[in-house]
């Protein structure tokens, strides 16, 4: 079955460490897009990859970084420059990413700060 | 600012209702619009779609409407059930600068039996 995997489903990081979330889907999509949601909020975008090795800054993109190695893989790194990484966090992917047509979203990473 | 608001945090409807879910825009080049369904601790679900071509697009029992002159749009679930109750998210995307898909806050719907 085609879709989307985000792992782990819970992680807990410590302050002032890196830690990496991981996205992968087999669903030949161009694009892959990282989300946080946190409580009351909307999704908003951190960072999107319209094709490999290219990837554009979302909307809330620092303390975070992303690569595009493989079409398949988007991992998002959260930095120690992030002041508030405590949410969860949402990949996606979709056919055209110019079309803004429909996401398929993964079942997200709960990260939290300890 | 945000360009696709959801006023609502929550919304109770009796199992057998209407439920109407609302969403307004700012972002004049938003031409399609989407509605997604979010359970807790999952990731959302697309749910149903419209164009900017279209002033309502039907599916089941579920029902999205678009108003383009008051940039309104607003989901109709008729008849609500149990299984309905969950986060619901509007979003737009549009051309150019528009072209990623923005978010509401999103709706808790609660479907009471």
């Known amino acids: 079955d085609g879709g989307i995997t985000q792992s782990p489903k819970y992680l807990f990081r410590k302050e002032g460490q890196n830690v990496t979330l991981s996205c992968e889907q087999n669903l030949n999509h161009d694009a892959m897009y990282w989300y946080r949601q946190d409580p009351g909020q909307g999704l908003r975008l951190i960072y999107y990859?319209?094709?490999?090795?290219?990837?554009q800054k979302g909307d809330i993109a620092e303390g975070y970084s992303v690569s595009r190695e493989k079409k398949e893989s988007f991992p998002l790194t959260v930095t120690s420059a992030q002041k508030n990484p405590t949410a969860f966090y949402l990949c996606?992917?979709?056919?055209?990413?110019?079309?803004?047509?429909?996401?398929?979203f993964g079942s997200g990473t709960r990260l939290t700060v300890v | 600012d945000q360009q696709v608001k959801q006023n609502s945090p929550s919304l109770s409807v009796q199992e057998g209702r209407i439920s109407i879910l609302n969403c307004d825009y700012t972002?004049?080049?938003?031409?399609?619009f989407l509605w997604y369904k979010k359970y807790p601790a999952e990731g959302p679900t697309f749910l149903i779609s419209i164009s900017s071509i279209k002033d309502k697009n039907e599916d089941g029992r579920f029902t999205v409407f678009l108003n383009k002159s008051a940039k309104h749009l607003s989901l109709h679930i008729v008849p609500s059930q149990p299984g309905d109750s969950a986060v619901y998210f509007c979003?737009?995307?549009?051309?150019?600068?528009?072209?990623?898909?923005?978010f509401g806050s999103g709706t808790q719907l609660t479907v009471l039996p």
């Open positions: 996606a992917s979709s056919i055209d990413g110019q079309l803004g047509g429909g996401y398929t």
């Open positions: 979003a737009a995307s549009g051309t150019g600068s528009a072209r990623q898909l923005t």
């Open positions: 972002n004049s080049m938003f031409d399609y």
């Open positions: 990859s319209q094709i490999v090795n290219d990837f």
